[in-house]
């Protein structure tokens, strides 16, 4: 068997299919060099990395440039780099900035593209010390999360699967829950159930909080007993293929009263407004304005104290924010959450969240897990 035809097999999940799109992203930024009077572009965070290459190792940087890309990895990554990428590696035997700085020389490139928010203070400032004369690195914030924003037909694919194997963890779990149960140990078979079904890992720490501590957005599981009368939170999320899920629903243990009920009824309705108002063309701020006034209908508007929702996709949280002061424009194919809430001290909060796919006349709702109120 050809050296070729055993690294086709072995790409596991980057199939020729996969090979392709990375092919066709990094041609993608070659052709945008020009434009910001850029040699190269340097690429060293993960996320971004991934999106280029396909390479899934934890010590990589790309050097884009108009004609040719170059991963720079270390010996622990050679065959997982071959399997994973068709771009050239170069596998280095000492630090990767040596190595790239050797081929900035040798190239005689001059102005070499960074992600100023995104790579670290010492790999730049061992750059910056030690490049050849008349170079320079030229800031090139946001380019490539730009470029990420709009996923392609297989990754919103890939979304898709994670949203089920998520809502499947969901509905295994919930079926087991009881009062007396422990907020860890909810989390834990959460989580549990995900990977069983398929997921590497969450795609953050899962959330589950029950009584008023449900008031906190972000509250971690703790020892504490879910009982009768209880609230129950439980945000979670899948990374799967390599791409992020991400859903909240609400438990009640016991008969929910008249307040619960009503707070439910508000945020469901609020969150039902958002999703109506997602469509290509639309502000984000917009949708995160429909959220907010129905909740101002009930008198709730002031506390909900987070935005509507964000994308997600290699990461759990990746542009676009939809926000109230958010100024992008919703586009066809771009991931996000829809995620209202209301917290009120004391009583307890509630949230319920969605991933959806916008599209021309509106999006698609990826979570397939029912919105009621789950009694228990």
Not at 336 to 347: A, S
């Amino acid at each position: 068997m050809t050296a070729k035809l055993l690294a086709e097999r072995s790409l596991g999940c980057h199939d020729r299919t996969d090979a392709t799109e990375f092919e066709s992203r990094r041609r993608t930024v070659s052709a945008g060099l020009a434009a910001r009077k850029l040699d190269a572009l340097l690429v060293a965070f993960s996320p971004n990395l991934r999106y280029l290459t396909g390479f899934t190792g934890s010590n990589g940087c790309l050097l884009a440039m108009p004609e040719a890309a170059i991963l720079f990895t270390d010996p622990r990554y050679r065959m997982q780099a071959a399997q994973e990428t068709t771009a050239r590696v170069k596998t280095c035997k000492g630090t990767l900035v040596a190595d790239v700085l050797a081929a900035i020389g040798r190239l005689g490139l001059k102005r070499v593209g960074y992600e100023p928010a995104r790579m670290t203070c010492d790999f730049f400032e061992a750059l910056k010390a030690r490049l050849p004369m008349r170079a320079s690195l030229v800031p090139a914030p946001g380019w490539i999360e730009e470029l990420r924003m709009v996923k392609s037909p297989e990754e919103v694919a890939r979304i898709r699967r994670s949203v089920e194997t998520n809502s499947r963890a969901f509905e295994q779990t919930v079926a087991r829950v009881r009062p007396g149960m422990k907020e860890q140990d909810l989390a834990a078979e959460l989580e549990y159930r995900m990977r069983r079904l398929g997921a590497e890992k969450p795609s953050f720490e899962t959330i589950v909080a029950s009584g008023a501590r449900s008031a906190l957005p972000h509250a971690q599981p703790t020892a504490a007993r879910l009982r009768v009368g209880d609230l129950v939170v439980v945000d979670m999320g899948a990374f799967q293929e390599g791409y992020a899920s991400d859903m909240t629903r609400m438990l009640f243990l016991g008969r929910p009263g008249a307040r619960v009920k009503r707070t439910y009824r508000a945020v469901l309705e609020a969150q039902l407004a958002a999703i109506a108002s997602v469509r290509a063309g639309v502000p984000a701020a917009q949708v995160d304005r429909a959220a907010r006034r129905v909740l101002k209908g009930y008198g709730l508007e002031r506390a909900f104290v987070h935005s509507t929702g964000h994308g997600l996709g290699l990461e759990i949280h990746e542009p676009p924010r939809i926000g109230m002061r958010e100024k992008p424009v919703l586009r066809e194919g771009m991931a996000i959450t829809i995620e209202p809430g209301v917290y009120l001290e004391g009583f307890g909060g509630i949230r319920i969240e969605d991933t959806v796919v916008v599209t021309a006349g509106g999006c698609e709702i990826l979570t397939p897990t029912g919105k009621e109120l789950r009694v228990i």
